[in-house]
């Protein structure tokens, strides 16, 4: 039985009209992180749709029963709903939402743009892969939380206080698949990396950089942690990301 949502936590939805802003959050994290940014897109014009992925929001044990199938299919299906109802749609992610974006625009090449926000996009090396591996087999089921990875005095994001190894599992496997694949992606993308990011890796990156089929802009943000969205460059975010879609959705 799923539990309630977190205050604060639930999905955001705007119908404005025929260009369309998919927001995808992160791995343990929920529509908060990224609200501020999509209510920012709304506020543009943009329709909007913020979905919370299943088992997030809620409790770490209602996360512990899904993976990124579940992930990926709300991905998917909301863009799909989106994209029936607008011209031209682009999809922004987070952190694991990164990831996602990319495996929307692998399986769905009429996505017309990408911003990639410390995006997730290649699992780790075999060796943590294994550990990790070996921790779920002994029964450990979670490790102290990656949330909250934030500079800015005073921000907190609702992450939750623990991460589900099986979990992370499913998710190393889900993007070591979208990092395979990232040569499929043709659509303009604007890339925007933390200087300094305790959860992702600047590899992520430099990959997505090196890989992707199409152009891409990458913008360091000097002043911002992992969930930039919450941090000391989020205007800075949401006016980059709102200058790049009307410019490549073609308003």
């Known amino acids: 039985m799923t539990s309630d949502i977190m205050p604060g936590c639930e999905p955001f939805s705007a119908q404005n009209g025929p260009l369309g802003v998919l927001v995808l959050h992160g791995f343990t994290g929920n529509p908060a992180s990224l609200r501020q940014l999509a209510e920012a897109c709304a506020g543009a014009g943009f329709s909007v749709e913020l979905p919370r992925l299943p088992g997030h929001g809620t409790t770490v044990a209602d996360m512990m029963a899904t993976g990124w199938a579940d992930w990926a299919g709300v991905a998917l299906e909301a863009y799909d709903e989106l994209a029936s109802r607008c011209g031209r749609v682009g999809v ?9 974006a990319a495996y929307v625009g692998e399986v769905r090449p009429d996505v017309a743009a990408f911003v990639f926000i410390n995006p997730l996009v290649k699992p780790p090396a075999d060796e943590m892969i294994d ?3 070996q921790l779920v087999d002994a029964g450990i089921e979670t490790v102290d939380s990656i949330g909250s990875d934030i500079k800015k005095e005073g ?7 623990a991460t589900p190894l099986a979990c992370a599992r499913s998710l190393f496997e889900g993007v070591g698949a979208v990092h395979a694949n990232l040569g499929s992606i043709v659509a303009p993308s604007l ?12 590899d992520n990156g430099d990959d997505l950089v090196a890989m992707v089929g199409g152009p891409i802009e990458r913008v360091w943000l000097e002043n911002s942690y992992h969930v930039a969205t919450m941090d000391n460059d989020a205007e800075l975010v949401e006016s980059l990301t709102i200058a790049f879609l009307e410019k490549e959705l073609g308003r």
Not at 92 to 100: D, T
Not at 191 to 202: A, F, I, N, W, Y
């Open 92 to 100: 922004v992610g987070l952190s694991m939402g990164g990831g996602l």
């Open 131 to 133: 550990g990790l591996g």
């Open 191 to 202: 890339l925007l990396s933390s200087r300094e990011d305790h959860v992702v890796t600047s």
């Open 155 to 161: 921000s907190v994001e609702a992450s939750y206080p």
